[in-house]
Each structure stands twice: as structure tokens, then as C-alpha cells.
């Protein structure tokens, strides 16, 4: 069985308006936000073997700040193709993984996550993570999706199994 981690980039900071959008860091929340899912991560064992991550600023320092918590032994891509994908051009880089990684996480950012997430959940998926993930894909929430594809090629809408929505504000 292979798992799919959709995590959005942490909360970034908005205070200097001549940043590009692309260059924005995380703000304080964000940065305190990260490390809080990384032991989450770690907690449910849930430690990707690969991590694709936008390469804009926000999404690279969320895996800096996640990545400690885990045990080091992921393997990350930086793609700028990520960087404000829709969700056809997130499904498309997931679809490219090797058959091999039986846990990816992607890094990126919303309305994309958020999009794709709700149209890979399948009917399988659990009613509540479903309902909060319908309400809204917060920065730094993670959506945790079980595949009954042994190939990520194979990965379709309606396939995949919500098995967990974690917020940062549900977190302890």
C-alpha cells in the first residue's frame, strides 16, 4: 500500500511588500507551526521517503523546519514546477515517482492541495477528516491518503483513501 502526504507550506510572511510572492519566508506562526507537524509525522509514523517541494522560499523552509523531527533519511526534489501548481500539474509529479517509494510527500501550496485533495478522496475515506478538509486546507495542514494502486502512475480522482486532515491548531 502506498501513502500520499499533501502538506501545505507553513504560514508566510507578509510585511515586506516589494518581496516577490515567490521569496516570501514563514512568519513566526508558520515557523512554529513545522516543527510541530514534523513530530507529528514522527509520532504516526509517518516519515516520507521522498518529498517533492516547491522551490519557492515558504515551502523549501517548511521541510527545514519539519525534516529535524524525523529521522534525516528522506529524499528531496526542489520543483519549480510546484510552485502555484493546479492540481493536473500536481497529480502529473506524482505520477512521475518510482513505483518503489511507498511514501511521498508534496510541499506546495493551495488552491492546489486543496483541490487535489478533495478530488482523489474516494468514498473510503473517513466522513470527519472529509467534512474538516471541506471546510478548509489551512497553512501547514497535512492530508494523509492511503492508495490501493501499486503505481503512482495509476493514481486517479475518487481513488485514494483520506485516513487522516491534520490542522496545526488541532495539534498538541
Known sequence: MKT???????KSAWDDAHLDDFD???APRGRKA????????????????????????RTQQTWELTAPQLD?????????????????QILRQIHRTADSVTRLMVIAHNPGLETLSLRLSGPASAA???????????????????????????????TATLTAFLRPRDLD
Open 4 to 10: 500520499l502526504l499533501l502538506y501545505r507550506h507553513a
Open 72 to 88: 534525516g533519511r528522506s529524499e528531496i526534489k526542489i520543483l519549480r514546477s510546484l510552485y502555484l501548481a493546479s492540481p493536473a
Open 34 to 57: 513545522a516543527p510541530k507537524m514534523g513530530r507529528t509525522l514522527a509520532a504516526r509514523g509517518l516519515q516520507p521517503e521522498l518529498v517533492l517541494c516547491s522551490a519557492a522560499v
Open 128 to 158: 470527519e477528516e472529509r467534512a474538516r478538509l471541506g471546510e478548509k486546507f489551512p497553512t501547514a495542514a497535512l492530508a494523509v491518503f492511503e492508495l490501493p494502486q501499486q503505481s503512482w502512475s495509476d493514481l486517479q480522482p475518487n
Open 24 to 26: 516570501r519566508p514563514l
